[in-house]
């Protein structure tokens, strides 16, 4: 079937970027400790997300094409919340990461986040694990982590919401980020690869779904992977 065929495709790229990313951030470790103890000087945004690219990541990386934060024609991406809407890292609306393009085919993009004194919080990953190829939308084919100083353990990416988050249903019932079709607009799906994830890189079947919402059987029709 389609369906079961888009979903293996997801789940296969997903946990397949995300362990080449682990890798990546792995050697980076070795090379430099922890990334508690990483020096990212402060500076603009758009730099200093390439400073830390660039010494950090993209050695342990094959790079296809290299972006940077050009809105050209052949490097303008855009990716969508479940609801349609444009989803902009930053509260402001503000488009400042940098775009890699793997070898893999699938794309990468790093931006920053600072503490209110300027000095860096954490650095943010969004992964696309089939590139350029539709739908790119949040818990589908667009999928973010994070690592970075505020975190307990600097060593590892971490899915958005993961932060006591271990109840699937907190991942699914509510309004900001849920995992549902019916989500706050600028933000539904972020919380659906903290669900994958734990659902041991599986996407949960919409029985499963139903079940995580706490058998609410009016999450059928919020089920986000419809294909």
């Given at each position: 079937?389609i369906?079961?065929?888009?979903k293996?495709e997801?789940e296969t790229?997903l946990k397949?970027?995300?362990?080449?990313l682990?890798?990546?951030l792995?050697?980076a470790?070795?090379?430099?400790?922890?990334?508690n103890t990483?020096?990212?000087?402060v500076?603009d945004k758009i730099?200093?997300?390439?400073?830390?690219?660039e010494k950090?990541?993209?050695p342990?990386?094959k790079?296809?094409?290299?972006c940077?934060?050009?809105?050209s024609?052949?490097?303008?991406?855009d990716?969508?919340?479940?609801?349609?809407?444009?989803?902009?890292?930053?509260?402001?609306?503000e488009?400042?990461?940098?775009?890699?393009?793997?070898?893999?085919?699938s794309?990468?993009?790093?931006?920053?986040?600072?503490n209110?004194?300027?000095t860096?919080k954490?650095?943010i990953?969004a992964?696309d694990?089939n590139?350029?190829k539709?739908p790119?939308?949040?818990?589908?084919d667009?999928h973010?982590f994070m690592?970075?100083?505020e975190?307990?353990?600097?060593?590892?990416?971490?899915s958005?919401n993961f932060t006591?988050y271990?109840?699937?249903q907190k991942?699914?019932v509510?309004s900001?980020?849920?995992?549902?079709t019916?989500?706050a607009?600028?933000?539904?799906?972020l919380f659906?690869t903290?669900?994958?994830?734990r659902n041991?890189?599986k996407?949960p079947s919409i029985?499963?779904?139903?079940?995580?919402?706490?058998?609410d059987n009016?999450?059928?029709?919020k089920y986000p992977?419809k294909?």
């Amino acid at each position: 079937m389609i369906a079961n065929y888009k979903k293996t495709e997801i789940e296969t790229g997903l946990k397949k970027t995300y362990a080449t990313l682990s890798n990546a951030l792995n050697m980076a470790i070795k090379d430099y400790g922890g990334t508690n103890t990483w020096n990212i000087p402060v500076s603009d945004k758009i730099t200093m997300g390439k400073d830390f690219a660039e010494k950090y990541f993209i050695p342990y990386l094959k790079i296809a094409k290299e972006c940077g934060d050009s809105q050209s024609s052949d490097c303008k991406y855009d990716f969508f919340t479940l609801k349609g809407k444009v989803y902009y890292p930053m509260e402001n609306g503000e488009d400042y990461y940098n775009r890699y393009y793997l070898a893999d085919g699938s794309a990468i993009m790093l931006f920053p986040t600072l503490n209110e004194d300027g000095t860096l919080k954490q650095i943010i990953v969004a992964v696309d694990a089939n590139g350029w190829k539709k739908p790119n939308k949040l818990g589908i084919d667009v999928h973010i982590f994070m690592i970075g100083t505020e975190l307990n353990d600097a060593k590892k990416f971490y899915s958005w919401n993961f932060t006591g988050y271990k109840d699937p249903q907190k991942n699914i019932v509510g309004s900001y980020g849920v995992c549902n079709t019916q989500g706050a607009e600028n933000s539904s799906g972020l919380f659906c690869t903290n669900l994958i994830r734990r659902n041991g890189w599986k996407i949960p079947s919409i029985d499963e779904y139903v079940k995580m919402a706490g058998g609410d059987n009016s999450y059928r029709e919020k089920y986000p992977w419809k294909f």
